[in-house]
Every structure is written in C-alpha cells, then in structure tokens.
C-alpha cells in the first residue's frame, strides 16, 4: 500500500546491494515512479564498482525487478567519475526522468556530494533511508522478507569466510558486538540480494569462492561463477 502519493520519476542507483534495494521499497511505498535502474561498471574489471558483480549478474535482478537497467562504465578517478556519473544521469533526465534515488544511510559526505551533482544536473535526490540508525535499517530489511548474502569485505576487518555468508539476524549481532556497522555505511562490506517482496525470481548461487584482490586496500571478494533464476 502506497504511504504517499508522490509521483516523481525516477532514477534509481542500482548496485544490487541491500541499501538500494530498500531505497527502491520505500520508493515504490512512497508512489514514486522508478523509470530506470542505474549501476555503475568498473571499466578495469567489467564488474560492479565495490561490490565486484558481475554485469550480467545485475542484468538478471533488474530482470527479476521488471525494472530497465541501464549500465555506465566508469573509471577509478574521482575527476572522472564524476564526470562519468553526470553524463549517464543526463541521458536518462532527458527521458523524462525528474529525480534520483539514493539508498545513503548517514554518511554526510556522500549525500553532500550527491546532492550538489543532482542540482547541478537539474534533478532531485532522493533518500528515503537516510538519518535512520544502521542497525534498524538492515533488520528491516530482514523483516520485510529480503535475503542477501555478502560479496565483498574489507580484508583488514574480515577473513575471508565472510564473503558468501547470508546477511541475517546472527550476522547482525555479531557486527554490533565487534563494533562493525551492520550496514557497512563505510564500506566494511556489501552484499547481493537475491530475493524478496520486490523480485519474481530469486537468484539461486550455485558455485563461487572467495578471492582476494590487492589494490589501495585489499578486499576479499566472492566470485560467483554459476548462478540461475528460480
């Protein structure tokens, strides 16, 4: 049931992750119109920035969504990013698109950054989750019926046995108790959701493991390598 009447057209920044698919919850609840599922691809690696997916990957949730995906290729360089970022929202506000949705919890300065790139642009940002404490963000979540397993972690805070692990209750405290945010707002860590009240389907992982990756920092990575909709 829609909790507003809000009808502002949308794109939504899509990283397959738990906070943008909440984001995309509310959105839905709040009566926006959500024209276009926007995710960003490493141009290195052709896999979702962060999170280490691979495009096709995102393809089949968009897929499961009924949402249409579009994906930009970016490079590392904040210059460049943003530049990168600005010319694919252009192109998705000339279809008609008035605003952008953000699934930022309470990092200031990503909203700051994110606010000033949608005024420029001529759009509105949108954040439904923002200012909201961490820990009740994911247990709703988890209350709403999402389910989601762990991608990618920074090496310095986890072991690799945390990449495949189902984001869940227990999960939850274990964070709280080691002082970790259990939304990983820092970049701790980032998940995949592979079903829930918005999908047809859900994403089934059939083979994968983990894989270290050394860079500025060193994050664990779970290579998914076969994977069906069910």
């Not at 949730?61 to 929202?89: C, N, R, W």
């Not at 692990?165 to 002082?179: C, H, M």
């Amino acid at each position: 049931m829609k909790i507003s009447g809000n009808n502002l057209a949308l794109i939504a920044s899509f990283s397959g992750g738990k906070d943008s698919c909440l984001a995309l919850h509310h959105a839905r609840l709040q009566g926006y119109q959500v024209k276009h599922l926007l995710n960003f691809i490493s141009r290195e690696y052709k896999r979702c920035c962060f999170h280490g997916i691979e495009s096709a990957l995102i393809s089949a949730q968009a897929q499961s969504l009924g949402i249409p995906l579009v994906q930009h290729e970016v490079s590392p360089d904040m210059k460049e990013y943003e530049k990168e970022f600005k010319e694919a929202v252009v192109k998705l506000r000339d279809q008609g698109s008035e605003g952008m949705l953000f699934g930022d919890v309470y990092l200031d300065d990503h909203r700051d950054w994110v606010e000033r790139v949608c005024r420029e642009l001529g759009i509105q940002a949108v954040e439904p989750l923002w200012g909201r404490p961490a820990r009740d963000v994911v247990e709703e979540f988890l209350h709403l019926g999402y389910e989601a397993v762990v991608v990618s972690a920074k090496a310095d805070v986890f072991g690799q046995e945390i990449v495949g692990r189902t984001l869940d209750r227990d999960l939850v405290q274990e964070l709280v108790r080691k002082g970790i945010c259990p939304c990983g707002e820092n970049g701790e860590f980032h998940t995949l959701v592979v079903a829930g009240p918005l999908f047809r389907k859900k994403i089934e992982i059939l083979k994968a493991q983990p894989i270290l990756k050394k860079g500025f920092w060193e994050h664990w990575f779970l290579d998914i390598q076969e994977w069906r909709l069910i």
